[in-house]
């Protein structure tokens, strides 16, 4: 059967770059003469027939266009249900409802997750694409949307420069990323931050931050810049040893979100920080002899970083993404999922694509931050 309607739906956290895939599925659909219909609100619209037509003559540069127009959600049919497959199943009978013969899927590993199921199970007609500020999806080099929230993560942290030194401050800024240190990273690196933490390499405050702290104001710097990530938190003899206001029963018992994610914005790290900080009188002690002022803030990101226009770079992936999921669709390919592989952009098994990706102890990310944080104050001491 040859495609004739397409359904398209954005789940998950929006991403700027989202509308960049619609438009570039919109343009090759025209091409072909396919029909794109929008889904509205991700799995909640799909399940509900909240559909919208989409007509390419009304949207001119919508790759431009930060956001999704079809709106998002992070509904999970799958929540509670006894059987995946029989849901998977009852799932896929709605592309009757919906009147679409096939349908892209952009979203992160949980998106994408419910796509997977829909065509291991049922043979469903679906093509993903990988979406995520995060960038922690295995298949993919770069999710889009990555790029623009490093760009805008390091212009805070360059920016926040200038109000710590004029008040010789510590900043603790939290970046994004629940469980993947990607944004804190590329960011951190890219702004120069002093300290950099990430989920992958739980810390240890005295080594990892008091220590430093004290060696930097020794070696004459007057201001700080730690840049955590929300998913960053300490390693087990840290937490007991060094922290006053929290323990592990706190992140154990942190709500997660309908997929299982525990809520990690939820516990405030920089805060946690600023607070732990605040209690070592040593540390202030320390500021005090080198006549530099002790005083911390946390800064937290948040959602500016998912804000506003896609980067070039964004765009033009969107669109290379977009393109290349119509493809998919025209030969048939479903269950695959677009990719980008170096240069490349390439069709990958949605089982495989949808798994999580880390930094890992390889990545020479690493061994610039370590190098980065130590060089400097190493290198004044007399
Ligand atoms: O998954 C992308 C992301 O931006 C994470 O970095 C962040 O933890 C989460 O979404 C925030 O989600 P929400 O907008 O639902 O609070």
């Excluded at 920016?159 to 804190?184: C, K």
């Excluded at 946690?272 to 946390?298: A, G, H, P, Q, T």
């Excluded at 290349?324 to 390439?346: C, D, I, R, T």
């Amino acid at each position: 059967m040859t495609v004739k309607k397409v359904g398209i739906l954005t789940g998950g956290g929006d991403c700027p770059g989202l509308n960049s895939v619609i438009y570039g599925i919109m343009l090759k659909a025209f091409d072909a003469g396919v029909e794109c219909v929008g889904i509205l609100k991700g799995w909640k619209g799909f399940i509900e027939n909240k559909t919208i037509p989409l007509n390419i003559a009304e949207h001119d540069d919508l790759h431009t266009v930060g956001g999704t127009l079809l709106y998002t959600s992070r509904t999970n049919p799958f929540k509670g249900v006894s059987s995946v497959e029989e849901k998977a199943k009852e799932l896929t009978m709605n592309f009757k409802n919906l009147g679409i013969d096939a349908l892209i899927a952009i979203g992160g590993d949980d998106t994408l997750g419910i796509a997977n199921s829909m065509f291991k199970y049922a043979k469903a007609k679906i093509v993903g694409c990988p979406k995520t500020i995060d960038n922690d999806l295995a298949g993919t080099h770069y999710t889009f949307g990555f790029w623009s929230a490093v760009q805008l993560a390091s212009n805070a942290l360059d920016n926040l420069t200038t109000t710590a030194r004029s008040h010789q401050r510590v900043f603790v800024v939290e970046i994004m990323g629940r469980d993947a240190g990607f944004l804190t990273m590329y960011s951190g690196i890219s702004a120069g931050a002093d300290i950099i933490l990430i989920p992958e390499t739980p810390f240890d405050f005295e080594m990892d931050i008091v220590d430093v702290l004290k060696k930097r104001v020794d070696s004459g710097y007057t201001y700080h810049i730690i840049a955590t990530s929300e998913g960053a938190y300490p390693n087990l003899k840290s937490l007991e040893r060094d922290f006053k206001t929290i323990s592990k029963e706190v992140i154990d018992k942190l709500p997660k979100d309908s997929f299982g994610n525990p809520l990690l914005a939820k516990l405030n790290i920089s805060q946690i920080i600023v607070d732990e900080l605040n209690l070592r009188d040593d540390l202030m002690n320390e500021f005090k002899k080198n006549d530099v002022e002790f005083e911390c803030r946390s800064v937290v990101l948040g959602h500016t970083m998912r804000a506003g226009t896609p980067n070039s770079f964004d765009r033009i992936l969107g669109l290379r993404f977009g393109l290349a999921a119509m493809k998919l669709v025209l030969e048939e390919k479903f269950g695959h999922m677009v990719s980008l592989q170096g240069n490349k952009v390439k069709a990958i098994p949605l089982l495989e694509g949808i798994k999580k990706k880390y930094i890992t102890s390889e990545n020479d990310k690493m061994e610039i931050r370590d190098l980065l944080v130590k060089i400097r104050y190493l290198s004044k001491q007399k």
